[in-house]
Nanobody, 122 residues
Framework: QVQVVESGGGLVQAGGSLRLSCTAS????????MGWFRQAPGKEREGVIC????????MYADSVKGRFTISRDNAKNTLYLQMDSLKPEDTAMYYC???????????????WGQGTQVTVSS
């Protein structure tokens, strides 16, 4: 049984930083590309960034360029999202997901976590 679990969300002031983690079990982690998505209230789920099995990052959300960094540790079956210079508009539920390949489309992903809430106050 595949399990994907995000952690690290919370409340932070604008300009602050958070590091999200995502641990996957029940699958061969380094067979999968891993993506981060986010969904704000009343908005569609948005692809933020993805990383291939061998560590190539692909950015989808222009609004986070230069502020968010994705990485992975295949030995620990863990994905990370370092978020710096956070803005109130980054407030959303953040999800990680596994796919055979990187894509900005949520329908391309097979396995999803439950999400972790990030709230940025102004």
């Amino acid at each position: 049984q595949v399990q994907v679990v995000e952690s690290g969300g919370g409340l932070v002031q604008a300009g602050g930083s958070l590091r999200l983690s995502c641990t996957a079990s029940g699958l061969t982690f380094d067979d999968y590309a891993m993506g981060w998505f986010r969904q704000a209230p009343g908005k569609e789920r948005e692809g933020v960034i993805c990383i291939t099995w061998d560590g190539v990052a692909i950015m989808y959300a222009d609004s986070v360029k230069g502020r968010f960094t994705i990485s992975r540790d295949n030995a620990k079956n863990t994905l990370y999202l370092q978020m710096d210079s956070l803005k109130p508009e980054d407030t959303a539920m953040y999800y990680c997901a596994a796919s055979a390949f990187c894509s900005r489309k949520s329908t391309s992903y097979n396995y999803w976590g439950q999400g972790t809430q990030v709230t940025v106050s102004s």
